[in-house]
Structure formats: C-alpha cells, structure tokens
C-alpha cells in the first residue's frame, strides 16, 4: 500500500483537529449547556441538564458513557450491550452530535500492548454502534492504553473500572 | 591475552555536533600521549565479564593533577566520574583516597608501583587536566599495578569545559574496554520518559540525559502525552509516540533543532511503537485501524510504507535485528502475548518464546546474540532475555511492574522501568547487568519511564 498524497494528509489533519474535542468539558459541553437552557437550568459545567434527555448530563449519567471489560478481553458484555444500545438510541435522537469512543486498559500489561488492546476496546464500542444504526461517520476512536487510568489502586476493583470504552460527545460535526 | 581495543587511537578527532541540543556542541578531540610507548604485551589484569565477576576488581583512581589553577575542581571531578562508572558497573571496586599510600603529583613522573601494590589496587588511573579559556585538555593513563606496567597507551582529550563529564567517561571506557575486552558504553545518552503527578493525572515529556542520570534536558512540553522514545543509530533523531494531534502519532524529532514532523499519518489509524532500522532509513512500527494492529514499514526519505504483517490479531513492539535482516516482534495470534521473528521484509514467523506467561516488548541486542523481553507470569513482571531461538531464557528481574527493556551499547546492561504499584505508584528507571546482577536505580529528576539508549558517542 501506499502513502496518501501528502496534501491530502494535511488537510485531513487539519479535519481531525478541527473536530477533536475529547474534553467534555470544553466547546462541546459549552453546546449542550445552549441546547438544554430551554428548562433554564444553569449548569456551570455545560453539560445540561440530566433530567433534560436531551443534554450531555443526560447522556453520561442516565444512559451510560461507558462500558466495563473482563481482563485481556475487548467482548462486550451484556451489560454493555445495554448501554450502548441506550447509547445508539440516544445518538439517533440527537444527530448534532459525534462521538470520540476512548479504548482504556487497566495497568496489568506492557505499554504498547494496552495501546493496542484499548483500540480493540473501542473498536468493539464503535462497531456495535453501527450495527445499532449509528453512521460510521460520526464516530472516532482514541485508544489510550494504561495511560489514562480513573482510578488509582492496584487491585481488581480499580482496574475493572479502568477496563473500559468512554463513549464522548463532541458538538457540530454530525453526520 | 589483554584487549587492544584502543578504538579511538584510528581516530584523531571526533566532532560531536546535533547530538545534543546545548551540552554537546563541542568538539572533543583525541590523541595518544606522547612519550610513552604502549605496553603491548600479556599481563594478569583481565576480567572475563562472560565467567561472572564475583570479587570485583580492586582500583584506585586519585585525583588527576591539576596542571593550572583553574583545572583544580576538573581534576577532581573528573575523576570522581570516572570512578562512579566503573564502580558502577559491580565489576570493579575503587579504593579510596583516604587508603592509598602513594600520591600521582606529576602525570609524567614513573609510577611507585609498590605504594599501589601495598594497598592492593590492582589498576591504577592516573591523569592531568589543563584548562584554559574555553579549552580543557585530559590525559590519563591506565595501569597494571601487579605486572608493573601501563596498559594500552595513554590518551589525551580537548574539549570544551562543559564536556568535562564526557571526557571523564571516555577516560572510564578505555579503562573498561581494556580491562574487559568489551566495548564501553560510559561515554552514551538515555532518552526518556519524564512523569509528574498521579497515576490518573499524569504529564509526561520527553528528556534526554547522560547515561548515569546527569546533564538532563527536556525535549517536550507536558501538554501532550509522549510514549516510548527511540534513537536513531547515530542518535541525531529520535522516534516517539505522540498525543499532539490529539490521536496516537509516530513522531520524528531532530534532536539539535527539536523539530518535529508526524509520520506515516493516515486518517482513522492509530501509529505507535516505532523503532529504527540498523541503517536509519526506515522505520517499523504499529499502525491500528477498526481496532486492529498491525507492523508496518516506512521508508523516511520517500514516505514509500510497506505492510509487513496481515492478521486479526495484536503485532506490536517490533525491533531489528542489527544487521536490518530480521525483526523481533510481539503477538497475540497463539492467544497470548508472546515472541515472533521474521524476514525484516515480511513474511513467515516463527514462534520463539515458550515458557509459562506472556512476553512482550522484545529488543535485539546490539550483539546479535540475544533478545531483551518483558515477561508477565503470576500476576509478576520481569525483564529477562533468551536466545534468538528462544532457548536459554533468564530472568533478570522481579517486581509489580516491570517493562521496556533497551539495551547499552556494549549489550552487557540493560535499563527499563520499575513501577510501584498502588495509589502513590510511581515509576523509576533501573538498570540491571545481563548476568542478572548489579540491579541499580539510576538518579532521575523525578520520576521516569520508558528509556532509550543511545549508541555510543563518536
């Protein structure tokens, strides 16, 4: 295979900077704060308003951002299922949205390896998603291996936590 | 027989330049003492480091002679340096200055081989230091205290004061070279990883610095996530992974303007784990895409890439073997982690690993000989290495997290990262002798992860 034209690269580059806001806290919270002030809610994060289902808020905390993973593994459980099929519905109902799906791997493995691991864990996310109706096109994938941890112990309750597919809003690069 | 390995006498001068960005923009220059004539002969004064040294080799190395006023500080720093080398190495033991009986007051005048005999050095390195203006000169001579002899001739080094540690280290790997037999790797740059905050908000940079912790300079800022630095063989550039663009990148840095450029970019893929061919002209690396990962191969001057490997599962973590014929890689395709050679063209490869546990991050030794690894067993990690067909496995290492082997110039060390584990995890560079012994934490400003040797400098 073959390099793409260099010009081409560039200006695809520009594209992906351009729409890469994983701070959910950022341009696009600053969005959502717009799209839920109807109820007149305040919210000083720009996330909305949780009980507004149209609102980040919303979709973080009552659909579900994230999913969970056994160890090693990139399988979504069923659990997950659930979540993402909230997910799709969700991403079906506000279409001003894209997505950054974040791959994570707890500690237990080499550095390059979780790299690699996480982008399966996204991967998995992303195609679920568009088998649930979501168009490729509004979706990236970041893999962050073990770089990104939530939490900071080394036993089994913090690297289930840390196994795990972040699904992030960004605001105004729809489908 | 005793080494001639006296590389530097076919050079006379060496120019050091872009290698570093400030400290090293000298030029050192090298030239035999003149007057003395090389013993060239046996003598008793050897280490065989491939029998494993259990009594290291006892030496003294004083204070060199300060020739001016204001060579008096160089002198003794000089040889501190050199004694924190070899010391260091487990091979050799320095005897202190408070124990020596005869006193090195003229670098020219004979030695008083039996003062030095009678404290038990069994080496002796002595030496001058002149400095003025911007201008230091080094000489030194090594010698065989029981056989009543100098070993290989004396050398002398200019440089600029700022290359006074580089000069010391020079002076500690003729001393070495000659006593082992083995190439130096004193007078080398590590590149790494530097980390500050907690786990779960951490900022990492690049820094460069000299093999033994001193002289660091940091390369990056810490607004985008940096990962696993590589040098190139001359060491004038350096391969990393970086966050910048906000997705996994391989980056290319020239390490005296610290430009960078991104290669290999293609849209909806995810690039890491770069490393250099023995030859600097192409680059083998991982690219992901739709959650996959594959080895890919990029020649840097045309942009030309080449997929080396084609399979569902996880190829990553590639390395040459040096002589850019084959390449060592990890993969999942058994179901776990474990190691993999083959043509450095693609192709067929054949398992190499096959003991209990998954291997990961393999690395060629710089010798050919052997295969650096990290292996993950009983919820352990270690550093271990085996040969090229996968026989002879030694772990070298134990602890809640260890990974990231490279290797020193020479292939008779090897430096990678130690993580403790827990809220307050924090990780630290080591460095361990390939027989397993000398484990030795190497001073960072704070804490470290994922070096990269460096050959050793011109």
Known sequence: ?175 | MLPRTDRGHTKAMMTVTRFLTTALTATLLLVPVSGHKAQAQNGPLRIEITEGVIEPLPYAAPDFVAENGAASDYARDIARVIASDLSGTGLFREIPAEAHIGRISSFDAPVAYEDWKAINAQALITGAVSASGDRIVVKFRLYDVYSGQQLGEGLQFAGTPQSWRRMAHKVADAAYSRITGEGGYFDSRVVFVSERGPKNDRQKRLGVMDYDGANVQYLTDSSAIVLAPRFSPNGDRILYTSYASGFPRITLMDVGSLRTQTLAEQPGTMTFAPRFSPDGNRVVFSLERGGNSDLYMLDVASGGLNQLTNAPSIETAPSFSPDGSQIVFESDRSGTQQLYIMSAGGGEARRISAGQGRYGTPVWSPRGDLIAFTKQNAGRFHIGVMRTDGSEERLLTASFLDEGPTWSPNGRVIMFTRETSGAGGQSALYSVDISGRNLRQITTDGAASDPAWSPLLP
């Open chain 1, 1 to 175: 295979m073959s390099l793409l034209p260099k010009a081409l690269l560039v200006v695809t580059a520009f594209a992906l900077a351009a729409c890469n806001n994983p701070d959910r806290f950022g341009a696009g919270g600053a969005g959502a704060g717009g799209a839920g002030a109807g109820a007149g809610f305040i919210d000083t994060n720009g996330l909305g308003d949780p009980n507004d289902p149209a609102s980040i808020a919303y979709f973080n905390q009552r659909v579900g951002d994230r999913v969970l993973f056994a160890v090693d593994q990139h399988t979504l459980s069923s659990e997950a299922i659930a979540v993402l099929s909230g997910q799709a519905q969700w991403l079906a109902s506000n279409p001003s949205y894209a997505v950054i799906i974040e791959g994570h791997a707890d500690e237990q493995g080499t550095r390059e390896y979780n790299l690699s691991l996480g982008a399966r864990r996204a991967a998995a996310v992303q195609n679920y998603l568009i088998s649930q109706g979501v168009s490729s096109g509004r979706m990236r994938t970041i893999s962050y291996g073990k770089e990104k941890p939530i939490e900071v112990c080394s036993t089994e309750e913090c690297y289930s936590k840390n196994r795990r597919a972040v699904t992030v809003l960004s605001i105004g690069a729809g489908a």
